[in-house]
């Protein structure tokens, strides 16, 4: 399977905290992807980055990509109560996307 | 959000019955892509389309087929639903590969399909 894990699996922080999820995969990419999930919704797409780039920014978002060790970390700053959600990474294969297992990430209030 | 539609939402059948998901685009998105959500598995590529009556197979496409007659409506079937098919369905779709904001996709509401 290509599939990618993330870890870790679950996440509890306090609003207000950073929060940090790492993805890896198995071969190599065009590109990697992060989306988000509310419970019981579809997913959104959050932010991309590409082969050749290591570092992207979206307001409170902060994606890297270390394409040598095949791995990327999301950072959330700042987190709110309604960051709550499941957050998952996606390579990027060309036609098709495969996804991570996914990080359910909890802010308290 | 691109408009997807999936239909129906919520669905129980019984074993070996045959049951199809529908999904319905109005952003002529050239591509279509069906997946299987299961706790522990996160996302699992089912089948994809990238053009009309053109279609591949994904990583868990046994059990499954699909049908995509015009750009907006992709359609997946369960020919003799088994337990093991119990999930909830998302239909996704993406405009192209190259330019821009090509290579995102937009997902639908999802199907929670139930085989007893």
């Known amino acids: 399977s290509q599939q990618g894990e993330e870890d870790p699996q679950a996440l509890s922080i306090q609003e207000g905290e950073n929060a940090t999820m790492n993805c890896s995969y198995k071969t190599s990419i065009n590109n990697l992807q992060w989306y988000r999930q509310n419970s019981g919704r579809g997913l959104v797409h959050l932010i991309l980055?590409?082969?050749?780039?290591r570092e992207k920014h979206s307001g409170r978002l902060r994606v890297t990509l270390d394409t040598s060790k095949k791995s990327s970390s999301l950072l959330i700053t700042a987190s709110r109560a309604a960051d709550t959600a499941s957050y998952f990474c996606?390579?990027?294969?060309?036609?098709?996307?495969?996804f991570g297992t996914g990080t359910r990430l909890q802010v308290f209030p | 959000d691109a408009g997807i539609t999936q239909s129906p939402r919520h669905k129980v059948t019984e074993t070996g019955t045959p049951v199809t998901l529908r999904c319905h685009q109005t952003e002529n998105h050239r591509y279509m892509y069906w997946y299987r959500q299961d706790p522990g598995h996160g996302l699992r590529l089912i089948h994809y389309?990238?053009?009309?009556?053109?279609?591949d197979k994904g990583e868990v496409s046994d059990g499954y087929s699909v049908s995509r007659s015009k750009t907006e409506d992709f359609l997946l079937t369960l020919e003799s639903a088994t337990s093991s098919q119990t999930s909830v369905y998302f239909c996704?779709?993406?405009?192209?590969?190259?330019?821009?904001?090509?290579?995102?996709?937009?997902f639908g509401p999802g199907t929670r399909l139930t085989v007893l």
């Open positions: 996606a390579t990027d294969y060309g036609d098709k996307l495969i």
């Open positions: 980055i590409r082969s050749n780039e």
């Open positions: 389309s990238y053009g009309v009556k053109d279609t």
């Open positions: 996704a779709t993406q405009w192209g590969l190259a330019g821009p904001g090509a290579d995102t996709q937009y």
